[in-house]
């Protein structure tokens, strides 16, 4: 597994947001630009997985973004990678992650 996520962008809209499973995962959400505004996971607490956690996404923010998901049973810590790696190349975090981040994450230089 690539250390970034390589999935493809989708259009954060109802018809792709319900095709969706309800395996547990990680996802990032991007503006129309392709620019990450925010990383999340689907956990053992999300109800129905990565499609509950991203109709949620699709009623914050509406149609205009553009959203990608990996389906992985370790999403607690390949969320905290994926925020590693963001603030590595970005020098922050996604602006949507202010509020909701780990308490502390480490430092990860990709090359």
């Known amino acids: 597994m690539a250390i970034r996520m390589e999935k493809p962008w989708l259009p954060l ?5 319900e095709a969706l499973s309800g395996d547990l995962g990680v996802y990032q959400v991007a503006d129309g630009a392709g620019t990450v505004v925010y990383i999340g996971y689907a956990g053992g607490r999300s109800l129905w997985g990565l499609q509950g956690e991203l109709r949620q ?6 149609e205009g973004y553009l959203f ?14 994926l925020l590693k790696v963001h603030d590595g ?3 922050a ?5 202010e509020e909701h981040r780990p308490r502390r994450i480490g430092r990860l230089s990709p090359g």
């Open 13 to 17: 809209d109802a018809d792709a947001v």
């Open 57 to 62: 996404q699709l009623a914050e923010r509406g």
């Open 68 to 81: 990608r998901v990996e389906i992985n049973h370790q999403y607690l810590s390949r969320w905290e990678e």
């Open 89 to 91: 190349e970005h020098g």
């Open 93 to 97: 975090l996604p602006a949507g992650n």
